[in-house]
């Protein structure tokens, strides 16, 4: 995908979007909702911009801080309040008071909804015209994208790649870090990669032993694996079980699982700091010669999308002809799946 033209079709649209990232979820998922947004303005003729000053995974310089600008941003402060993830209908809204036997769920929508509509009021003084804001994008994407102006004419796995290869343009500096890592590391030209995942992943689903997402790659004595993970004890372990292999991570000794809530109250630099090692990660098993993820954790999502048409690219716990659309899935849809297949 050529920058420079999805720079001027999109901002040949009239309408637009003005899309809040890093507000509530890791920085994958959030990832993942921004390049949905992304198709979903394509296909609907309206202009996509950003607003990230407030991220979650920022020091306050918001998306400029990793990647290159992509788009028009915006600056306005009401998004940070007023700006959101799409609420959930009102039927799921029903299920969880009855799960739950209370109405705060219910009580939360009413206030989220009042937010929302406020939100548009401010926007609409604002720019003094309508314009749409996160919550607006449905959550279900299209099963085929066209968009001539781009020449793209292809289905949701393959548009998401296309999109998400685009924006994913490290700045110099993360480049620079990222050579100077890699040559830390000693990470050969060839090698594998696999996410074993830790921390309050748990709350959501059930997390997979990493020796059996290793041995799924079938690796022999000598070779070279990366392994991204949030908890050290996993890479320890992992270097236990298979003592032939050579195993290298960007994980810190001194990490116990990645805690969501937790992680935002981190100081600005060890935040900054995090994040650069993530995404340095995820670059690296971008450029593996395999991978094996879950369809539960973001940066496998991520990869898996960006490498569907890679043979060597799998799930540890969804067959490869069920991938591309467990991968189009929320996060409670996509855990059946694993556990299904993980039994």
């Not at 309206?46 to 290159?68: K, P």
């Not at 110099?172 to 050579?179: G, M, S, V």
């Not at 010669?289 to 539960?296: C, D, E, L, R």
Request: hydrophobic share 35%.
């Amino acid at each position: 995908m050529d920058l420079l033209s999805y720079r001027k079709v999109n901002e040949s649209f009239r309408r637009r979007l003005v899309c809040h990232i890093g507000i509530d979820s890791g920085f994958f998922v959030e990832m993942n909702y921004m390049v949905n947004t992304m198709l979903y303005c394509l296909s609907h003729r309206i202009q996509f911009q950003l607003y990230s000053d407030d991220a979650n995974f920022g020091t306050g310089v918001g998306w400029r801080e990793y990647f290159l600008p992509f788009c028009k941003e915006v600056h306005e402060s009401f998004h940070s309040n007023y700006n959101f993830h799409r609420l959930p209908p009102w039927h799921h809204i029903l299920r969880q008071c009855l799960k739950q036997k209370s109405i705060k769920p219910f009580v939360w929508k009413v206030k989220k909804t009042a937010k929302s509509f406020i939100g548009h009021v401010v926007a609409y003084a604002t720019y003094k015209e309508r314009v749409l804001l996160t919550q607006d994008v449905p959550y279900e994407t299209a099963q085929r994208y066209c968009i001539p102006e781009l020449g793209i004419d292809a289905d949701y796995t393959s548009a998401y790649a296309l999109i998400a290869r685009m924006v994913w343009q490290l700045t110099p500096h993360i480049l620079q870090q990222e050579d100077m890592l890699r040559a830390q590391l000693s990470l050969p030209t060839i090698y594998s990669g696999v996410q074993i995942r830790g921390g309050d992943k748990v709350t959501e689903t059930r997390l997979i032993d990493g020796s059996t997402i290793i041995q799924s790659l079938g690796l022999h004595d000598g070779e070279c694996l990366f392994i991204l993970t949030d908890d050290y004890r996993q890479f320890l372990k992992a270097k236990a079980d298979f003592p032939r292999l050579n195993l290298l991570t960007l994980c810190q000794e001194d990490e116990r699982g990645y805690y969501h809530q937790q992680f935002c109250r981190e100081d600005s630099c060890s935040k900054k700091n995090a994040i650069i090692r993530l995404i340095i990660s995820v670059d690296f098993l971008l450029s593996s010669k395999a991978f094996v993820g879950s369809i539960t954790t973001g940066p496998s999502v991520f990869i898996m999308k960006l490498r569907h048409h890679d043979s060597l690219v799998q799930a540890i716990d969804c067959s490869k002809d069920e991938l591309p659309s467990a991968l189009q899935l929320p996060i409670h849809n996509r855990s059946l799946i694993s556990a299904k297949n993980c039994k």
